[in-house]
């Protein structure tokens, strides 16, 4: 399905080099139709708005957004492992998953950046992309939930996402990871804030994670119940 290559698309940084493509991304999710109306509205108003927005405008957005606090992190495995070993074995897990798609990735990225996870999830048949997509559901719904807290535009980018999903978010499990505490967005917090544990695992340097089974097999980043 093309519209999780858009979805992923949307989520990425914003170039001028696929900005100016928008008006193909529109198409895209129409044609598709695989999107939920409530949400393919608010994806295509989403798209709407960066057409008229200064690029450099959106940028400042998406950085404000993604880059100043793990909560919203897009690295999904970050919400997991942390910097633990164990994500390393899963990166490497994830990034054989992709070759075997014929999804080749730079070294200098990163195989569980959400973004690359879509586009991959793109070159899959349907049934195992939404399959696959249940998987790490629980930290999408998270960010959708801490996002839309924060009134943020991309929250109807990670609603989609959500949509695209058989597996139903653990509500229950979302409410506990949120209920923690806000998050605390200064420079001095957000130095504390990667030295510590996953908020959906246990303590770094532990080969378990207390709150999440880890990767065995590349793609389980299933949230335990």
């Given at each position: ?47 709407g ?27 999904l ?26 999804l ?10 959400l ?29 959708a ?16 996402t ?63 119940q």
């Amino acid at each position: 399905m093309k519209t999780f290559k858009i979805l992923g698309l949307l989520l990425s940084y914003p170039e001028s080099d696929w900005v100016c493509h928008l008006d193909e991304c529109e198409e895209v999710l129409v044609q598709e139709q695989v999107l939920p109306k409530k949400q393919l509205k608010a994806v295509l108003a989403f798209i709407g708005d960066l057409k008229t927005s200064d690029i450099y405008s959106a940028q400042e957005e998406y950085v404000a957004t993604f880059d100043r606090g793990r909560s919203h992190c897009l690295h999904l495995f970050e919400h997991i492992h942390g910097e633990s070993r164990d994500r390393g074995q899963a990166m490497v897990n994830l990034a054989n998953a992709y070759e075997e798609k014929g999804l080749y990735i730079d070294q200098a990225e990163l195989p569980d950046y959400l973004p690359l996870f879509l586009e991959f999830l793109s070159l899959c048949p349907a049934d195992e992309a939404v399959n696959l997509l249940g998987e790490p559901i629980d930290i999408v719904a998270t960010i959708a939930a801490r996002l839309r807290e924060r009134k943020s535009p991309y929250t109807a980018l990670f609603d989609a996402t959500v949509a695209l999903s058989k597996v139903k978010p653990d509500q229950e499990k979302i409410r506990e990871v949120l209920e923690e505490g806000r998050e605390d967005t200064s420079l001095e917090a957000l130095d504390r804030e990667w030295e510590e544990a996953a908020a959906f695992g246990d303590q770094p340097d532990k080969a378990d994670c207390g709150g999440c089974k880890p990767p065995s097999n590349g793609l389980n980043v299933t949230i335990n119940q």
